[in-house]
């Protein structure tokens, strides 16, 4: 049985690390060992618990998104009933669709093996390793991309949002966006970040790192939303009691929307290799002290 | 895009196999796609009946559709 300060101390990190690419699940499976918590990630209320937190998320992220998931929602049915895009809603939607079902087909089928994994402190360490060096090598893509851009004689501009040779997400081919979804599957590893990895795609695709936020943000609200639901009867005897998870998922939901409200501004001039850095230092630490 | 009726009627069968799957996985104790003992999947069965909608929107799409004036 997890205790309630315990719950709420995990509401908080989920908060601010779901947004953040740097792996909320890592981070749950990696901190509370190495700050010596007195915690079982392999108690069965584990996964259930993470999975309110995840409700809390998503309420976070619908809202931040209203208006982008009206038009979203009313742009799918417009395309699915037509049989054809016309407009940037519906491409917006069709993409997010086409995105979600590479992650949530290999979750689905790879639950189990995965959940092994969320027992294991020192495999999220690694794994957290692993996600600083894709945001590492996402960052160098990028830099490597503006320098060749300046040398071709291209304008090389103070904030991307004016420049034209960075897209929006609405002018990512579904290709591109089926690629970013199976990576996206990678992210149900503990420790691969999967704000961090869509965000990574993104920008080598060749989004601004606002709009790569974005993208990241919305592609992963159903899939953040449906992981909530589909675990939320698997509470049972050990769950927490109602109040306590309202709590926990209301603490949650606020924290990650201001976690992403800081991200959006940060990233207008800031990049990702901060939290590169980050990580690799959290997955080093866990890896020396966790035993 | 233009359409292509191979693929819609691929895609059409495809939804009829998941809509089995679905059925399949609301009333059948089962073990299959599962571990542990043979029980009532539904979240299975939800899962392949959102496939089954995607697959029919997918034919939708893939059907060849009359040129636009």
Redesign the interface.
Known sequence: MLSAGLILFLAALQGVTELFPVSSLGHAVVVPPLIGLNFQESSPAFVPVLAVLHLGTAGALLFLYRRDWVRIVVGFFRAAVQGRIDGPDQRLAIMLIVGSVPAGIVGFLLQDPLKSLFADPRAASAFLIVNGGILFAAEMFRRRDERRRAVAGAPVLAHEEDDPAYERIEGLSLRTTVIVGFFQAGALLPGISRSGITMAAGLVAGLRHEEAARFSFLLATPIILAAGLFELPDLGSDAPTLLVAIAAAALAGLVAYASARFLLRYLRSGRLDPFAYYCAALGVAGLVFIR | ?RGSRPLALALLALAVIFALATVFFFTQKTSF?A?GKPELHW??AI?FLVLTL?AV?AA??A?P?PARA
Do not use: I, T, Y
């Open positions: 895009m796609l571990s979240k299975h899962v995607l929107v939708n799409f059907r559709k």
